[in-house]
């Protein structure tokens, strides 16, 4: 194994690359699941290794699932039948409903988009880094930028993978609804992308554990598989941030687009839990299993995502090693606050789902992911819930 003085050693380029590829085989060696690591390998390498995400072109990630017909049209599931009749009633309209005359500053300390606080300062602070009040208003115009944009990819994967589910779910009532999602979530790319672009000026590439992630679940023919990444996963995970950062910012017209984004990502969840409910209580234990499996290291990556190596790249990667960022990160107080707001809308639906057995909650515990274990899940909660969480 490279030592920590071997890689300073390299040049950056060559030192970035040499991480990516141990990056890989950790996430290689931590799956105890072969059917999982099988699973997720390709993704895991045209992710973290090729960059796939990155490189300036359309991705292409071939489906393999099969769009189901069903010619008898009877009512099968009168909950999501009432959910589509909800999201239907609900469409809101973003270029009328919010106010894009609004005068955006992403570096006007009175009206920050995200706190201050976004700044690990101590953290930085201990490895002789300060920054002036310029640069720290610069670093939340970045960060934020860097966050809003993979909210953004997430919103474009969940806009394929919820088109992708509509072919595939066997439930009629679960087509209609799944085809207000779609429009939902075209809404919702079109208003972080015009929120990007019009008001903060910088877009993100998207980050490699998320691309993985999106590969992975896209292209898996199992349609409780896309379920599971993205209605549990991407967007149960969103939805937490979602909140955090409505009670965080201060800039009124994300704020109002968060509201309306949070209202329907509730109905997304809600839905996702429903489903899989119903469909996991037929499984085989040997398939439970390899739900939780895939589940927990999908979860890893998620929680990877938000070391943000984008921005260390951009800002510190030629005074700090990776592994410094990743600390100063994984011990911020505002990361960690972020991380617990995400996760702690996670473990009850694994719960409410049945994914979440003794043996995995082991796993969840050695990472910290547990410390919200018996909330509420997304059946238990409305859009106001979620507003004030
Ligand atoms: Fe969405
Ligand atoms: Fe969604």
């Not at 009040?133 to 115009?141: G, P």
């Not at 998320?210 to 896209?218: E, K, V």
């Not at 937490?240 to 009124?252: H, I, K, L, V, W």
């Amino acid at each position: 194994m490279l030592t920590e003085r071997a890689l300073e050693s390299m040049p950056g380029p060559a030192r970035r690359r040499v991480q990516d590829v141990l990056d890989a085989m950790k996430v290689a060696t931590r799956v105890e699941n072969k059917k999982v690591l099988v699973d997720l390998a390709s993704s895991v390498a045209r992710g973290l290794l090729l960059k796939e995400g990155k490189q300036g072109e359309p991705v292409g990630m071939r489906a393999s699932h099969d769009a189901w017909f069903d010619f008898r049209y009877q009512g099968d599931y009168p909950e999501m039948y009432d959910l589509y009749r909800r999201a239907v009633q609900n469409q809101w309209d973003g270029d009328r409903q919010l106010d894009w005359s609004t005068d955006v500053d992403p570096r006007n300390p009175e009206k920050p988009v995200f706190p201050i606080e976004l700044v690990p300062m101590e953290g930085l602070a201990a490895h002789g880094i300060h920054l002036t009040r310029d640069e720290q208003m610069k670093f939340v115009h970045d960060f934020s930028s860097w966050l809003l944009s993979q909210f953004m990819h997430g919103e474009q994967g969940a806009l394929y993978a919820s088109a992708q589910v509509t072919e595939s779910v066997r439930w009629v009532d679960g087509k209609f609804y799944g085809a207000t999602q779609v429009m939902d979530e075209a809404r919702h790319l079109e208003v972080f992308l015009r929120y990007l672009e019009s008001k903060l000026g910088k877009l993100y590439q998207v980050n490699d554990n998320l691309f993985t992630i999106l590969d992975a679940l896209m292209r898996d023919s199992r349609w409780d598989m896309k379920f599971l990444g993205m209605q549990i996963m991407v967007e149960g995970l969103a939805l937490g941030a979602f909140s955090m950062m409505y009670q965080a910012t201060r800039e009124p017209l994300l704020k109002e687009m968060l509201r309306y984004v949070i209202q329907d990502e509730a109905r997304h969840v809600h839905y996702g839990v429903l489903a899989l409910k119903r469909h996991f209580a037929e499984l085989s234990p040997a398939e439970l299993r390899e739900r939780e499996d895939w589940t927990f290291e999908v979860a890893c990556l998620m929680r990877n995502r938000f070391l943000a190596h984008e921005i260390y790249d951009e800002w510190f990667g030629a005074h700090l090693k990776r592994a410094e960022w990743d600390r100063i990160m994984g011990e911020s107080p505002f990361m960690t606050q972020f991380r617990q707001t995400m996760f702690k809308r996670l473990v009850p639906n694994l719960e409410y789902i049945g994914i979440f057995s003794p043996r995995i909650r082991g796993h969840y515990d050695k990472v910290g992911l547990t410390k919200y274990a018996g909330g509420r899940n997304a059946s238990e909660l409305t859009a106001e819930d979620l507003l004030v969480a």
